[in-house]
């Protein structure tokens, strides 16, 4: 029986698409800037907390490593964000509990060469058990509720012998540069039993069809950063999803359909598509961009230098040395914080925060369409004046 190694940064996909192991046999992992940039963050939060340091540490250079070029000093505030919610979760049970950085956890007793690293754990035996997952992107919120990735660390935490040491597992995630609706730091709980309902009822099913060698693409938005849109032969799934959403074979011209004409169940249909088309829009840009600096020629299209700003080679040093010479004049100009920033420096100095109440106001923010499953309550459309005109006098 074949079958691939899959993390739990995988899950959700594995779960809706039980092809994707197999159409991304072979295809190189390839490390983004993004994804060193988050790898870098995450070294910040972790060598804080291995040393017990309440204020988020600059890591030497031997911890940072391959990632130093990734270091910004915004990094420090956004892991605090992190490292505060730890320490919270530490003190609410008086120190008593242990408290684990980058502990790994094993899976190989659900699906064989499955293990993870949970950022941040810390349980009471016989209570709750907190699994905190720290989430750097600033692009996508990430969703904390049924979150496969976090599930599946839980589990992996508990292990197969001893379900019982904890009643039930609180998953968090902090997303510090991402607004989002529930704040940085938002939690879901579930039981144990449920969980390993969902463990044994779904994901190992799950993970068991991907071997299944006729298993079929099924796209959707867990097609970001899936390698099958890399493979020489990308994704058919994606392919023939693009292909009877445009209603087009690339072949002719394409001429867009006029969205108005559309009725609501395409438009629903289109919106649909439209994640993994752009993660598959997204992969020919990157493809076309290798195979140019390779050599390929792309008919209308060129290489030409790449946009770089100078920046500090060592940002702290460059303060220290610079500041004695020039004081103060080393900063940026001087920015108020918003209200959100406020409110959390006052808590920390523990003033009320209903001060800044008076002083901030929110500006009219129109509405946004999401999917049914978004945690946000469906707010009542407002009417158009011409379904008021339409109405008998
Ligand atoms: S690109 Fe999407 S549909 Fe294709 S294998 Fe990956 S997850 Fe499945």
Same mark, same amino acid.
């Given at each position: 029986m074949i079958h691939s190694s899959i993390s739990p940064s995988s899950f959700k996909r594995a779960v809706m698409c039980p092809a994707f192991p197999r159409l991304s046999a072979g295809v190189p992992e390839s490390r983004s800037d993004y994804a060193d940039e988050g790898s870098c963050a995450h070294v910040v939060v972790d060598w804080s907390i291995r040393n017990n340091s309440r204020t988020a540490l600059k890591p030497p250079q031997s911890e940072i490593g391959e990632y130093a070029r990734h270091w910004k000093n915004e990094m420090l505030g956004h892991a605090q964000v992190m490292i505060d919610y730890c320490w919270y979760l530490f003190d609410w049970y008086q120190g008593k509990c242990q408290m684990n950085s980058e502990a790994q956890v094993d899976l190989s007793w659900l699906y064989p060469e499955t293990w993870g690293h949970v950022d941040f754990d810390i349980g009471m035996p016989f209570g709750r058990l907190h699994v905190i997952d720290y989430k750097y992107g600033a692009g996508v919120g990430v969703e904390v509720e049924d979150n496969p990735q976090l599930m599946g660390y839980a589990i992996g935490k508990i292990g #197969?012998?001893? #379900?019982?040491?904890?009643s039930d597992v609180e998953i968090t995630v902090v997303q510090p540069r991402k607004p989002h609706v529930n704040g940085p730091v938002r939690s879901w709980v579930i039981s144990v039993p449920d969980l390993f309902t969902w463990a044994y009822g779904t994901l190992k099913p799950a993970l068991e069809a991907t071997e299944n060698p006729n298993a079929q693409p099924n796209p959707g938005d867990w097609c970001k950063f899936c390698l099958a849109l890399k493979a020489d032969n990308p994704c058919p799934g994606v392919r023939a999803l693009t292909q009877s959403t445009a209603r087009t074979d690339f072949a002719t011209p394409y001429t867009p359909v006029d969205p108005n004409s559309l009725t609501p169940d395409d438009i629903a249909r289109i919106l649909d598509a439209k994640a993994p088309i752009e993660a598959w829009l997204k992969e020919v840009a990157n493809t076309a961009h290798r195979q140019a600096e390779k050599g390929t020629v792309i008919p209308g299209y060129k290489l030409v230098a790449g946009k770089s700003n100078r920046k500090w080679k060592d940002p702290l040093k460059v303060e220290k040395d610079l500041k004695t010479l020039i004081g103060d004049a080393v900063y940026a100009e001087r920015k108020l914080k918003s209200p959100a920033q406020m409110e959390k420096v006052l808590k920390h100095h523990k003033k009320p925060i209903d001060s800044v109440k008076a002083y901030w106001e929110k500006s009219e923010a129109g509405t946004t369409l999401v999917p049914e499953k978004d945690s946000r309550s469906a707010i009542q459309a407002p009417r158009s004046p011409q379904a008021d005109f339409a109405k008998p006098l």
């Open positions: #197969p012998q001893n #379900p019982r040491e904890y």
